[in-house]
Every structure is written in structure tokens, then in C-alpha cells.
Nanobody, 119 residues
Framework: QVQLVESGGGLVQPGGSLRLSCAAS????????MAWHRQAPGKQRELVAT???????NYGDSVKGRFTISRDNAKNTVYLQMSSLRPDDTAVYYC?????????????WGQGTQVTVSL
């Protein structure tokens, strides 16, 4: 099994920046794509960004040009650098990864970290 632990959330003013981290532990050898999702109050969880094991990235339309996803495979850690933050970026941010194991492809979620963008 894989465990994911996010960190780096907090309160930031509009226009500010924040960096989230997500560290994986456990059976990490099978981790392939890693991703960040977010869920705002009263809304469905949405994809923020993904990154493959080879470094290919993909972003949700609302964060393109403002957020950057990266990963350090040696540390089993994925990052989300968020810039030009807006109040509508306020949400709980969740880390996710795909895991290729003997039984096939599974997934793991972190517990989430709160990001609040407000004056």
C-alpha cells in the first residue's frame, strides 16, 4: 500500500503564492502518475494537475499558467507551486497517485490540505 501525506497549505492573500508538497511512503515502487485535485465547499472534486513518471504534465483550465506541478522521484514527492492565487482557488487540495501492482492499477489519496485565499 501507498500512503500520501500533503503539507504546505494555509492562508494566503489574493495574488500570493503557496507551495504544496505530497510525500509518498510504503510500496512506492509501483507509483506512476501523480496528481493534485481540489474540492471547494459545495462543489465536486476537480482535477488540478497531473504529472507522469516521465515528467509529462497536464493542467486544469482554471490553473493553466498559474500553477506548476513537479515531482522528485528519488524522494517520492510531488509538488504544486501555486502563483497568482485567487479567492476561487480556496479549497482542500488532495494528492493522488496511480499504483501499478501485481493486481493491476490502483490509486491512493492523501488526507488533504486546506488552502484559503483571502484578505
Amino acid at each position: 500500500q501507498v500512503q500520501l501525506v500533503e503539507s504546505g497549505g494555509g492562508l494566503v492573500q489574493p495574488g500570493g503564492s503557496l507551495r504544496l508538497s505530497c510525500a509518498a511512503s510504503g510500496s512506492t515502487v509501483g507509483i506512476t502518475t501523480m496528481a493534485w485535485h481540489r474540492q471547494a465547499p459545495g462543489k465536486q472534486r476537480e482535477l488540478v494537475a497531473t504529472i507522469t513518471s516521465g515528467g509529462r504534465t497536464n493542467y486544469g483550465d482554471s490553473v493553466k499558467g498559474r500553477f506548476t506541478i513537479s515531482r522528485d522521484n528519488a524522494k517520492n514527492t510531488v509538488y504544486l507551486q501555486m502563483s497568482s492565487l485567487r479567492p476561487d482557488d480556496t479549497a482542500v487540495y488532495y494528492c493522488y497517485c496511480n499504483v501499478q501492482g501485481r493486481g493491476g492499477l490502483t490509486g491512493a489519496w492523501g488526507q488533504g490540505t486546506q488552502v484559503t485565499v483571502s484578505l
